[in-house]
């Protein structure tokens, strides 16, 4: 509690950078959403996620996103990943960038598990190295630094025999903000909180399916988009390892 407490200290001066008048846009968007953190071998795995993001609910691109990694897991509730990113967003909404552009980043997360009975809590903490190719700059790079914080909690609300859970709430809050000295247009980028219910499919993974709210301030400093999106995600922790006692060619 005293981490979350000094959390929200130093956050809070993030928000007050947020204008008193502004130009809002709101927007519609669907995103669906594959993450699998995969055992391969020891304590080391596979991590790869993909984000398909439209615009106009489905309709038009909004952006795209390809995340590979490699997993070290010290124990069964905590993960490191050593990864990199692409992203391509294309032109939506009233105030559209110019013209689709990509961006190039590395990353480094820990991703930490707390399993209770009545509530598992998550949290994940990821830094990351952007290079953006932003239209106006005439195909030149930034480099840009990042810190992104997780919170999710999940609730149980229906379990099978063996008491383990088939149903459950879950509900998160992100937020994104700059490190300086490169942080872009303002040290406070965006922040996503999400609310829905998830399906367990065991061993495979499991299903969510649900609302996100995400507040993101673009680069020109005055236009805020509140987006209502509909997110669709799946995740795995299927192993791809062989299991023990298994014979090569079986």
Known sequence: MRFFFALGVAVAPL?????????????????????GDHDLVGRWGLHFDGQYRR?????????YQLRPGLNFRPNPNLLFTLGY???????????PVRAAFGEHRTYQ????????????FVQRHRLEQRFVQYPQDNGAYTYQNRYRFLFKAEVPVKRDRDGLPVLYLA?????????????????????????????????????????????????NGFVWEFNHTL??????????????GARKGN
């Open 15 to 35: 928000f007050a950078q947020l204008p008193a008048v502004r130009t809002v846009d709101p927007q519609t968007h669907g995103w669906i959403s594959y993450s």
């Open 55 to 63: 615009d106009h609910l489905f309709n038009r691109w909004q952006q």
């Open 85 to 95: 990113v692409f992203t391509k967003t294309y032109p939506y909404g009233e105030f």
């Open 109 to 120: 997360q820990a991703l930490i598990r707390h399993p209770g009975r009545r509530v598992t």
């Open 171 to 219: 509900a998160f809050d992100e937020i994104l903000f700059g490190l300086p000295p490169n942080y872009g247009a303002r040290l406070f980028d965006q922040n996503r909180v999400f609310a829905g219910i998830g399906r367990v499919f065991r061993p495979y993974g499991n299903f969510e399916f649900g609302y996100l709210k995400q507040t993101l301030g673009q680069r």
């Open 231 to 244: 997110f669709l995600s799946f995740a795995s922790n299927y192993p791809f390892q062989l299991r023990r």
